[in-house]
């Protein structure tokens, strides 16, 4: 099992201990459609390992790691995108974070304007 906070709600869902609408799942990576959604599709890709900011992954995350939680977001752009996909992670505060387990949200199913917000 990966190294998991016991309190962190998106460990919850890695763990299975939380349901989720999984569209995609592998040891690296979690997928699972948001319960508050932005977006037709609006699904969060998270890594299996804690880390609670892009931050703290990047500096440890394994080469692997990393990677496939970007091939993911790109992976679920494509399946659910018709003309294109955003992808969004927000850290801290300021910049709109709410579950302090890093997470990409996938968004598509419509046209996305700029500036986000």
């Known amino acids: 099992?990966?190294?998991?906070?016991?309190?962190?709600?998106?460990c919850?869902?890695?763990?299975k201990e939380i349901p989720a609408d999984e569209v995609l799942r592998d040891e690296h990576v979690?997928?699972?459609?948001?319960l508050n959604?932005?977006?037709?599709?609006?699904?969060?890709v998270i890594p299996t390992e804690h880390a609670a900011h892009l931050s703290?992954?990047?500096?440890?995350?394994?080469?692997?790691?990393?990677a496939r939680l970007l091939s993911a977001a790109a992976?679920?752009?494509?399946?659910?995108?018709?003309?294109?996909?955003r992808v969004v992670m927000n850290e801290g505060p300021d910049g709109g974070q709410t579950v302090h387990h890093l997470h990409a949200h996938v968004l598509a199913g419509r046209h996305m304007t700029?500036?986000?917000g």
């Not at 979690?30 to 948001?34: C, I």
């Open 30 to 34: 979690v997928a699972f459609r948001d």
């Open 12 to 15: 919850k869902i890695v763990r």
């Open 114 to 116: 700029w500036p986000p």
């Open 75 to 85: 992976e679920i752009g494509r399946r659910f995108g018709r003309d294109g996909y």
């Open 1 to 10: 099992m990966p190294n998991t906070d016991p309190n962190c709600l998106f």
């Open 37 to 44: 959604p932005q977006a037709p599709t609006h699904v969060l």
């Open 56 to 66: 703290d992954f990047a500096q440890s995350a394994n080469d692997a790691g990393a």
